[in-house]
């Protein structure tokens, strides 16, 4: 489940509502190219703002399309912890396969705070829980003993993280310290070649949003030890995954996928707001050169 060219999807707007047409054709996109699972109401989904009905939604509709043909890995997480368990719960009734839970934002806890956290939260979930560590927005920083404390409290349901601290030495200290079984994605495109030379097993990405098939191939190729095949691909994508930040993401992403379908629409929710000419032309070039352009 927990491998491979995973999209974090971007979820699509038709003025003030999810265009849930355009979302059941993107997820159905998705899989036909390849990507081996999908994440709903994820940083690139807008999660922030989307209320709670939207956020519970989105997720039915992807489990719904997704229909067992790959896992649904429900972003599920929130800063406030009873918060998180309704999403939790609607997220299994909904038939999502996993959780990604994301450290709290904005309160700042301790390390003792984020054990307390997602110890409650494991203690009343049903599915597997991907831990989301990205201390540049959240501030909060899931230590690496902090992971290993969870998953030795709760192997079986604390299974795996999406880590995107940039520290790819976490990776070697996660292994030794959790075993080479804990599931370990990236959360960074540009760094995933290295990352799997480490141990890690795929990434939750924002780039598989425009380039499923080629992202799906290159993960293909690194996870066989194929690497001189994975770096002429990596090669076609880092100037994406640069682009998909030339601005605001999901913007870029969103840009790009306009682009692509005429169903998808770039619009996104204040505070985001649309491409700057700039990350437009990055964007351009970018697909351009992966072979990707409209």
Same mark, same amino acid.
């Given at each position: 489940?927990?491998?491979?060219?995973?999209?974090?999807?971007?979820? #699509?707007?038709?003025?003030?509502?999810?265009?849930?047409?355009?979302?059941?054709?993107? /997820?159905?996109?998705?899989? *036909?190219?390849?990507?081996?699972?999908?994440?709903?109401?994820? !940083?690139?989904?807008?999660?922030? !703002?989307?209320? %709670?009905?939207?956020?519970?939604?989105?997720?039915?509709?992807?489990?719904?399309? +997704?229909?067992?043909?790959?896992?649904?890995?429900?972003?599920?997480?929130?800063?406030?912890?009873? &918060?998180?368990?309704?999403?939790?719960? $609607?997220?299994? &009734? =909904?038939?999502?396969?996993?959780?990604?839970?994301?450290?709290?934002?904005? %309160?700042?806890?301790?390390?003792?705070?984020?054990?307390?956290?997602?110890?409650?939260?494991?203690?009343? @979930?049903?599915?597997? /829980?991907?831990?989301?560590?990205?201390?540049?927005?959240?501030?909060?920083?899931? @230590?690496?003993? !902090?992971?290993?404390?969870?998953?030795?409290?709760?192997?079986?349901?604390?299974?795996?993280?999406?880590?995107?601290?940039?520290?790819?030495?976490?990776?070697?200290?996660?292994?030794?310290?959790?075993?080479?079984?804990?599931?370990?994605?990236?959360?960074?495109?540009?760094?995933?070649?290295?990352?799997?030379?480490?141990?890690?097993?795929?990434? /939750?990405?924002? !780039?598989?949003?425009?380039?499923?098939?080629?992202?799906?191939?290159?993960?293909?190729?690194? +996870?066989?030890?194929?690497?001189?095949? +994975?770096?002429?691909? %990596? $090669?076609?994508?880092?100037?994406?995954?640069?682009?998909?930040? =030339?601005? @605001?993401?999901?913007?870029?992403?969103?840009?790009?996928?306009?682009?692509?379908?005429?169903?998808?629409? #770039?619009?996104?929710?204040?505070?985001?707001?649309?491409?700057?000419? @700039?990350?437009?032309?990055?964007?351009?070039?970018?697909? *351009?050169?992966?072979? /990707?352009?409209?």
């Amino acid at each position: 489940m927990f491998s491979g060219s995973i999209p974090a999807l971007a979820t #699509p707007f038709a003025g003030d509502d999810v265009d849930e047409e355009a979302y059941r054709r993107f /997820i159905d996109w998705q899989i *036909e190219n390849g990507s081996s699972a999908l994440v709903p109401c994820g !940083t690139t989904g807008e999660s922030a !703002t989307l209320d %709670n009905d939207e956020h519970h939604k989105v997720i039915a509709v992807c489990a719904e399309v +997704a229909k067992g043909r790959v896992p649904v890995i429900a972003g599920a997480g929130s800063n406030d912890t009873q &918060t998180a368990l309704w999403h939790i719960k $609607e997220a299994q &009734t =909904a038939g999502a396969d996993a959780l990604l839970l994301v450290a709290p934002y904005y %309160n700042r806890p301790s390390q003792e705070g984020l054990l307390a956290h997602f110890s409650y939260l494991a203690e009343r @979930a049903d599915l597997p /829980i991907v831990l989301y560590n990205v201390p540049g927005r959240t501030v909060t920083d899931i @230590a690496p003993e !902090t992971v290993i404390e969870l998953h030795r409290r709760f192997p079986d349901k604390i299974v795996a993280i999406k880590d995107a601290s940039g520290d790819l030495s976490r990776v070697v200290t996660h292994r030794m310290g959790a075993g080479p079984d804990f599931c370990q994605l990236s959360g960074d495109d540009p760094l995933v070649l290295a990352g799997y030379a480490l141990g890690q097993t795929g990434c /939750i990405s924002v !780039t598989a949003n425009v380039a499923p098939k080629l992202c799906a191939d290159f993960h293909a190729a690194a +996870a066989a030890g194929d690497f001189a095949t +994975a770096r002429e691909l %990596n $090669e076609r994508l880092y100037p994406l995954h640069r682009a998909m930040f =030339a601005d @605001a993401s999901p913007a870029p992403a969103k840009y790009a996928l306009s682009k692509l379908f005429d169903w998808f629409s #770039p619009d996104v929710r204040l505070p985001i707001v649309p491409c700057s000419d @700039a990350a437009r032309k990055a964007v351009d070039e970018a697909m *351009e050169l992966a072979g /990707i352009a409209a």
